[in-house]
């Protein structure tokens, strides 16, 4: 990513309110069952905290990663208030040192900043990060949400489907996958009716 959207994203967050709340997304709280006090999770593009700190209430190790210092600065403000710690890292996904990293646990949600050309380096690195036996929990927007104008970019081709996930993750065990069309409220930056899709991947 470029120093631009660093600053873009800076800005979108300098509010005091949180942009997308402070609720956990309502599809990883739906896979709670997968959980396990002491496991280690990868929360990526964490943002200000929701899902991060989440994971860590439920008694999982976790490791925040986000691009933008002022999102992670409400994401330890967070992680205060509600008397959880998790380890925080401010990177660039794409210039982040993956290496010999490995999670029980690792989830993005609404992480469709990476362009069609730096999507598959972005989900590699996804994969090559959670542990044998563990999982990937990915939540996106399909192509219709530019009808809704509801939350995401408004690029068509930063979208996901059904046939883009299965090849993508062909090499994992997908366990659940599921379009749907659902009302969501996510703070300011996410709210009302949503073209989603979810997907639980085993490797």
């Known amino acids: 990513m470029h120093e631009a959207d660093r600053a873009r994203w800076n800005e979108r967050f300098s509010g005091d309110d949180y942009l997308f709340g402070t ?9 709670r069952h997968l959980l396990r006090r002491g496991q280690t999770a990868l929360s990526v593009a964490d943002g200000e905290g929701r899902n991060g700190v989440w994971l860590a209430e439920q008694g999982l190790d976790v490791l925040a ?17 509600r008397g959880v710690r998790l380890a925080i890292e401010q990177a660039d996904l794409f ?15 609404f992480i469709q900043f990476a362009t069609p050309a730096e999507r598959p380096i972005l989900f590699d690195r996804l994969k090559s990060a959670v542990r044998r ?29 059904e046939e883009l996930l299965r090849t993508a993750f062909a090499d994992m065990q997908i366990v659940h996958l599921r379009a749907h069309d659902d009302v969501i409220q996510e703070g300011a930056g996410h709210g009302g009716m949503s073209a989603l899709i979810d997907m639980v991947a085993r490797k």
Do not use: C
């Not at 609720?23 to 896979?31: E, Y």
């Not at 399909?142 to 996901?160: A, F, I, N, S, W």
């Open 23 to 31: 609720q956990p997304n309502a599809f990883l709280v739906s896979q």
């Open 65 to 81: 990663v986000d691009f933008s210092e002022v999102a992670l600065a409400k994401s330890r403000r967070l992680a205060a208030e």
């Open 95 to 109: 210039a982040w040192n993956w290496e010999g990293r490995s999670f029980d646990l690792v989830v993005a949600i």
């Open 133 to 161: 036996g563990g999982h990937l929990l990915l939540q996106g927007y399909r192509p219709e949400q530019l009808q809704y104008k509801t939350g995401g970019p408004p690029q068509v081709e930063h979208m996901y489907t």
